[in-house]
């Protein structure tokens, strides 16, 4: 009998270890093609003619000049006179010609006047913004009572401003309407390729099985390409109004910036109280925070610890920008910074090493304690801190040197998928499932599971996504894709493989409990002279493909185990050298140990923790929108002074992952989020206990650096 | 981008003719790294575009030509990585080649001139926006108002606000380099720092280029000894501009400054010679308190606007640090 549940570790020959991603050659030599690469024959280039204020009202709108410009196929008003634009560079027209410089040059030419309205694009005052809106208190216990009893209290303002997603293949698509059919084929650079289907039917009016969306490669998701967007339903009905050519939209970097997804801000008051010997007792914060009009999530606070009393209120402040969209790990970051800071701050006033006050804390780490210990020792060896570690300031010349950490969790339980696998007559397997490989690997952990259940070397078997025909599986989102795709492939190339070996069990003169699959062999077990190749045994089949599905969840009743977990636990350690005369912060040392349950596939597992890392330092050194206060436009809406970080600035990155006993049991957990969480609050302890001043809020720049020297305990304003 | 005109001249006069035709209207176009991402950003919008990579024979501008007497010619095509990579350069005026080598990144360097270094408009965001270079809205300066941390500590009265981009000029300043210029009127040669203005109004530049004008070489004489060094404040390793950087050049004597060179880039909207500094330098023996003193006197009338009080102090740190590197005190320390 052929097992659903993971292989034991011994018999394990590809989950787990390190596998290269096998889409690396076609993306590193150009044959791989992104959404903006698709050329299709006849096809026209769209653009968009955005809102330069932040809220208007459209007056006059005139597009005949842009109608008549040369090569325009087509124009679409998306908002007309009199309505009321919520943040700048909203889209009002789109313009579809022969070329891309046409398109440009006409939308240039379409007139549009406003009426400017007040605006409030303020997300750091909250006792300026015209309005709040106060989300419910969490509280436990008795906070006020038991933070008066406190032996050691700490307070302190923190803040991480609004971040833009700055997907390197900005979002974009390209529609094709087909009159005759009443069909679309969307090409989409998207992270949920079954979903969008759908979505995109009941906004253009055609049945859901009309639409067609693809999407082989794509160039970074990171939360904020779930939608089919306005600018996508335009696209595709700008496809139709010119009578079924083609059409493609991509963003420009500056709308990507300013209208394709913002993270939100989260600023806060922290109050943290423990007895004498670091034990925490009471925790009272009020945080708020804007991710656009819809204002902001609210970040988890306290975060990581229960601390027994305690209290948070969050305040979300509408602006007019853009809405947020997911941004890995949604709302994680901001309650992880915000509180590891606080935590930081109190253990620096009890005199304690932050280590020794997470130790001394256990019993608050809930469900994930043992995990958190153990990866803290590993970190500890990693990182050289115990060894290192000295308390806050102190050091002689200009640059000093700090060691900062953080705790951080996070769910990853696969999302509902289903996968087909298909066995040739000539042995060839085929499988086929709607995900997406966002960047994640998700190609090459599908061939590994199944290669692996089916005891065949991976390059036999080929992987199909990126379509939404094939089977449906869950967006990617949430560190939900491995789990589910992993799962579904499991359980169907294992149904494939029972349907082999009650086939081949015949003929080779036994039962199908005696048999299994191995080096491209179906034999009988401790025989190997027994054996069918496998091409042999699918000859069985006679001359028709056959096909075996298997989904995740498990299937209802079944009373077979999950093949994914959740609640994934990991902890960073950051070391920075600053320079206290000017202000620069430089990363040294980066240590992640994380847990993802059992590993698929090492190396695009490791290379998953190395990219968060690197996304992580770039949020904490580097990133921010900043937004003109007159205008309420965005002033760095470019990769020039939109700074992210760059290989100089990463330092030494050290990534390790929790496998074996213990961890493996527990199933497929995703990666996406969690190690994308820590970064930030653990460069800035490390920032504190080198300069043994707070910075508060983030990104560390010079500027803020230097202002926290000048000014400790100013706080975020 | 808009639609343009192209022209590749084969001589500097034609050039100039081609520029001078059209005043106001027409660009001088060397590697394009910058002026071509102000056009496809619509922030500049020129209907003619001179190239001068089409100039042939002894009409040519990328060319570095050195001799013991008079040092350097070199001509205004000439890349920065020809500077970075330059033998003669490297021995003779190691801080230029080091900082040519030092900016943006290998792409850049490799097709970004020294004429169009010194020629680059400001990195201003307000600029980059489209709001204008002198960024006024109904009278009011959007910088004063707005988000102004990476605008002028000095030489901040108004109305520009912005900071001179060049990292390179402030050092050729410091070694007393003067500028070739070609116009329909013919040849003339400024110290390059007379190259720099302040604009008064919308539409003015920041350049002294009459219309048609063209940069053709830059020259620099040989170090003759002088203890030079600089400093910039830069947050990222690559692809990032400075935060503020200094520049100095000492000419000494009996281990005394008998000349002084202090100038500053990214902290004024154009490279800002401190007199103070120099005039305090002049006479001294260069230790830990005289660049302290001649720091903070470089800084001393440095006026910040609401967010950029930081940068007085990298500046002021700058010139320090650029004092101690050019007498080798940094090395001690
Ligand atoms: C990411 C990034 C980082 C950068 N960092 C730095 C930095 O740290 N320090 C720094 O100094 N620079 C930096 N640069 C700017 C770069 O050095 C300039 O873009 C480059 O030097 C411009 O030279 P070019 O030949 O490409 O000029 P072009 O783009 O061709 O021209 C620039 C301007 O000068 C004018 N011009 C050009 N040549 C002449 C001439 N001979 N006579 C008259 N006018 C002329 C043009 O009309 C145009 O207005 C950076 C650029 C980028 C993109």
Known sequence: ?717 | MRPFDYARPATREQAVQLLAATPGRAAVLAGGSDLLALMKDGVVTPERLVSLQGLQGDHTLRFLRYTAAAGFRIGALTTLADLAASEVLRLEHPVVAETAGRLAGPQIRNVATVGGNLCQRPRCWYFRSGFGLLAAREGASLVVAGDNRHHAILGNDGPAYFVTPSTLAPVLIALDAEVVLLGPQGERTIPLEKLYRLPLAEGEREHDLGPGEILTELQLGPAAGRQVGTWEVRQRETLDWSLATAAVALEMEDGRVKRARVVLGQVAPLPWTSREAESFLTGKTIDEAAADEAAKLAVQGAKPLSKNRYKVQLARVAVRRALLAATGLDREL
């Open chain 1, 1 to 717: 009998m052929v097992e659903t549940s993971w292989p034991k570790a011994e018999a394990r020959r590809l989950l787990g270890t390190r596998v290269s991603r096998l889409d690396g050659p076609a993306k590193v030599t150009g044959t791989a093609k992104y959404t903006y690469d698709v050329a299709r024959p006849g096809m026209l280039h769209a653009r968009l003619v955005h809102c330069p204020h932040a809220h208007a009202r459209i007056t006059k709108l005139d597009v005949s000049a842009a109608q008549a410009s040369p090569g325009v196929k087509a124009v679409r008003v998306i908002q007309g006179v009199g309505a009321e634009i919520q943040w700048a560079h909203d889209e009002i027209v789109l313009v579809a010609a022969a070329t891309g410089e046409e398109a440009e040059d006409a939308a240039r030419a379409v007139v549009v006047e406003y009426e400017v309205l007040a605006h409030h694009v303020d997300d750091l005052h909250l006792d300026q913004a015209p309005e709040t809106r106060a989300e419910e208190e969490e509280l436990a216990g008795e906070p006020e009572k038991a933070m008066a009893e406190a032996a050691v209290r700490s307070k302190g303002t923190y803040g991480l401003p609004v971040i833009a997603h700055n997907c390197l293949e900005p979002h974009g698509q390209v529609c094709e309407w087909n009159a005759a059919k009443d069909t679309l084929t969307a090409h989409c650079s998207t992270q949920a390729v079954a979903a969008l289907a759908p979505q995109f039917a009941e906004r253009v009016g055609l049945p859901a099985g009309n639409v067609h969306v693809i999407c082989q490669y794509m160039g970074g998701g990171f939360g904020s390409k779930f939608s089919a967007d306005r600018w996508g339903i335009e696209c595709a009905e700008i496809s139709r109004q010119a009578g079924g050519v083609p059409v493609k939209l991509m963003l420009d970097r500056r709308a990507e910036l300013t209208i394709a997804g913002d993270r939100p801000s989260a600023y806060a008051e922290i109050e943290v109280g423990a007895q004498a010997d670091g034990t925490l007792t009471a925790w009272i914060s009020k945080s708020w925070g804007s991710g656009g009009l819809g204002g902001s999530g609210r970040p988890p606070l306290p975060y990581v610890f229960q601390i027994p009393h305690r209290r948070s209120v969050h305040h979300s402040i509408p602006t007019h920008t853009a809405s947020s969209r997911a941004w890995r790990a949604p709302n994680h970051p901001q309650g992880c910074y915000l509180s590891m800071s606080a935590l930081d701050d109190l253990a620096a006033r009890l005199g304690m090493d932050p280590l020794a006050f997470v130790r001394k804390n256990e019993a608050l780490l809930g469900p994930l304690a043992k995990t958190y210990l153990e990866e803290l020792e590993i970190a500890d060896r990693l990182m050289g801190w115990s060894a290192r570690w000295k308390p806050r300031g102190g050091g002689k010349g200009p640059v000093v040197r700090g060691l900062g950490l953080s705790l951080h969790m996070w769910g990853g339980s696969g999302h509902r998928s289903s996968c087909e696998v298909t066995l040739q007559p000539d042995g060839s397997v085929e499988a086929k499932i709607a995900t997406q490989d966002i960047g994640t690997g998700t190609r090459t952990v599908l061939a590994i599971v199944i290669a692996e259940t089916l005891g065949l070397p991976l390059e036999e078997v080929r992987v199909q996504i990126g379509d939404s025909r094939y089977p449906a599986s869950g967006g990617s989102g949430g560190s939900t894709t491995v789990g589910g795709v992993s799962a579904a492939a499991r359980r169907a190339a294992v149904n494939a493989l029972r349907m082999v070996f009650d086939k081949a069990a015949p003929a080779l003169g036994t039962t199908p409990d005696l048999l299994e699959a191995v080096d491209g062999s179906i034999r009988v077990q401790g025989e190997p002279g027994r054996a069918l190749t496998w091409r042999q045994a699918a000859a069985l089949f006679g001359r028709a493909p056959v096909t075996a599905t298997g989904g995740n969840p498990a299937p209802s009743g079944s009373g077979e185990l999950e093949l994914t977990g959740s609640g994934a636990g990991g902890v960073q350690m950051a070391e920075v050298d600053v320079d206290r005369e000017t202000g620069v912060v430089k990363i040294r040392k980066m240590v992640a140990v994380q847990d993802c349950g059992l590993v698929v596939d090492l190396k695009t597992a490791e290379s998953q923790v190395y990219g968060a890392l690197i996304m992580g330092i770039s949020s904490a050194l580097a990133e921010e929108k900043v937004l003109d206060p007159v205008t309420g436009t965005l002033l760095n809406a470019d990769f020039e002074s939109y700074k992210m970080a760059g290989i100089g600035d990463i330092g030494e990155l050290v990534v390790h992952l929790m496998t074996g006993p213990g961890y493996d049991e527990r199933g497929v957990i995703g990666l996406g989020e969690p190690p994308v969480i820590s970064p930030a609050a653990a460069i800035g302890n490390a920032v504190a206990n080198a300069l043994g001043v707070r910075v508060p809020l983030l990104p560390f720049t010079p500027q803020r650096v230097l202002d926290a020297l000048e000014s400790p305990g100013r706080g975020i304003v």
